[in-house]
């Protein structure tokens, strides 16, 4: 039996993967397509840490920068995507690396997208404005009774989505946990093999923490800078990239430097862990990948596909 066409390389930010799957391309020939949300968008480049050009010029790559951050990609959007360019790729018979953090576009692609109808604009304006009037925490309490998973899910402050998980319940009638229960998978069984890179957990933060001193030296500030002049909704999934809020309020005046360094650190770190979590409960055939101890994520050296 041959071996799948297509890998799948997840993990948490600055863990090395992209590094490995351009190892792999290297080796391979292979074509290296996004599975980050924020690597979507072109705005976001430096906050990203999206492929350099050079990487690009290297090896072919795929759905990076396609997006500009007053769009709202979905994981429905994104899959409709890629899905399109994996088939290309297979009636070619090239190699894919689909390579990424986020989590959900990998469960649409192994375990299944719900189909849910498109909920109206109007409805979503009118829980939008319910949000500010209610308040998160009675908005939070209506939406358990008619999601209690959602409501349970959730996490604090995350307004986007308990609009979403409410419209979607009042709109149709029926929970969204419900709807997402009821999938098929993207990909056929056997189509694919997954790697999850998973460093020692010290050496993640400490990978994280020294990756947001690179970007500030690449250009960090000027790309908030920019999207600060665009006057964006703060809901747009770009402007939740973690370092957009830590530097608008530095170019804001409200904190120097060093604070908003240190708290996009904190953000990354936090958002690595929450990555590495997630892996861990929802990957668990997954194989794992423990990249050795270098000075830089960018630095990793080639590590083998199947340890």
Known sequence: MSQPLLTLIAGPTASGKSRLAMDLAARTGAVILNADSQQLYADLRVLSARPSAADEAEAEHRLYGV??????????????????????????????????GTGLYFTALTKGLADIPDVPGEVRDALDAAFDREGETAFRRRLSTLDPAAAARIEQGDRQRLIRARAVAEHTGRALSDWTADTTPLL????????????ER????AN?????SQMVEQGA??????????????????MKAVGVREFTAHLSGETTLDQAIDATR?????????????????TPGWKRVIPPHTASPDQTTAFDKNP
């Open 266 to 282: 904190q953000a990354t770190r936090n958002y690595a862990k929450r990555q590495l979590t997630w892996f861990r409960n929802q």
């Open 202 to 205: 010290e050496r993640l933060y």
């Open 221 to 238: 500030l000027e790309e908030v800078r920019a999207l600060m002049a665009r006057s964006l909704s703060p809901d747009l999934p770009a």
């Open 188 to 199: 056929a069984p056997g189509s694919w093999t997954g790697l999850v890179v998973e460093p």
């Open 208 to 212: 994280c923490d020294l990756r947001v």
């Open 67 to 100: 997006a500009d951050a007053a769009e709202a990609w979905s994981v429905g959007r994104w899959s409709r995507a890629v899905m399109p360019v994996l088939a290309e790729l297979a009636d070619a018979g090239r190699p894919a690396l689909l390579v990424g």
